[in-house]
């Protein structure tokens, strides 16, 4: 079972790296937001619920840092969201949009290592 939890906890952070990886390409290129950081937080989200979820482990959950990093994840969906929508109808993305879910990216997995 403990094999199988690090199975997900390596998805969970590919997902992340998906996420992050396309949005610093397009922070580079022109600053869209894309289908691959759509799937990469869609990823990171079904992992880190599963991960949530207390199966294998032996240890108490500190779901005051789930719900924190859950919240974050939805306002980045919410954002990619938007900008998404914004990005189809009128063509332009604002950058307040784009660079918020860089930087709560960031935040996000920043969160997963640093708070114990």
């Known amino acids: ?3 199988l939890r690090h199975v997900v906890v390596l998805v969970h952070l590919v997902g992340f790296a ?3 990886g396309a949005w610093v390409v397009a922070a580079f290129g022109e600053r869209r937001f894309t289908r691959l950081m759509t799937w990469g937080m869609v990823i990171a989200a079904v992992a880190g619920l599963a991960l949530a979820a207390p199966w294998g482990i032996s240890y108490e959950l500190n ?3 789930l719900g924190v990093k ?7 969906g919410a954002l990619l969201g938007i900008g998404t929508a914004r990005q189809r109808k009128t063509g332009t993305l604002a950058p307040a949009l784009f ?3 860089g ?3 960031f935040v996000n997995a920043a969160l997963a290592v640093i708070w114990r």
């Open 1 to 3: 079972m403990e094999i």
């Open 18 to 20: 998906v996420l992050f």
């Open 63 to 65: 779901y005051v840092k």
């Open 70 to 76: 859950l919240v974050i994840l939805l306002v980045i």
């Open 99 to 101: 660079w918020s879910v």
């Open 103 to 105: 930087i709560l990216t």
